[in-house]
């Protein structure tokens, strides 16, 4: 899969969501960052893990005084490669990460996620 096929595909997977969550996010300025790989501070953090995406700042609603970081949701094109050799099997893991992370900015928590399947 090319760079550009797999922001495709996240883009895809967004459009997908319900407009009202896809008018939140924009409203917000929440991107979707597709990556070619994981960084090493985040390797280190999760050592032994495939990390498909990860939620990066604040939730919705809630307030911090410094935030050192834009808002956003980062995607590891390497990760989903490690793991999927069926387009198809990606392109579900793909979706299922954009909510799972979408899921985080909304403020719900790892376990609350991972008990909706996600």
């Not at 319900?18 to 991107?31: D, H, M, T, Y």
């Not at 960084?39 to 893990?49: A, D, I, N, T, V």
């Not at 604040?58 to 490690?82: A, C, H």
């Amino acid at each position: 899969m090319t760079f550009e096929e797999f922001e495709e595909l996240i883009e895809n997977s967004v459009n997908s969501l319900p407009a009202r969550f896809r008018e939140v996010l924009s409203k917000n300025g929440i991107k979707l960052i597709p990556r070619q790989s994981v960084p090493e501070p985040l390797r280190k953090e999760h050592p032994g893990s495939v990390v498909f995406g990860v939620f990066v700042g604040v939730p919705m609603g809630r307030f911090v005084n410094v935030q050192t970081e834009p808002t956003r949701i980062e995607l590891y094109k390497e990760s989903f490669e490690s793991v999927f050799d069926d387009p198809s099997e990606m392109k579900r893991q793909v979706v299922s990460t954009v909510i799972h992370e979408i899921a985080h900015y909304f403020g719900f928590s790892e376990k609350e996620i991972r008990k909706l399947g996600y």
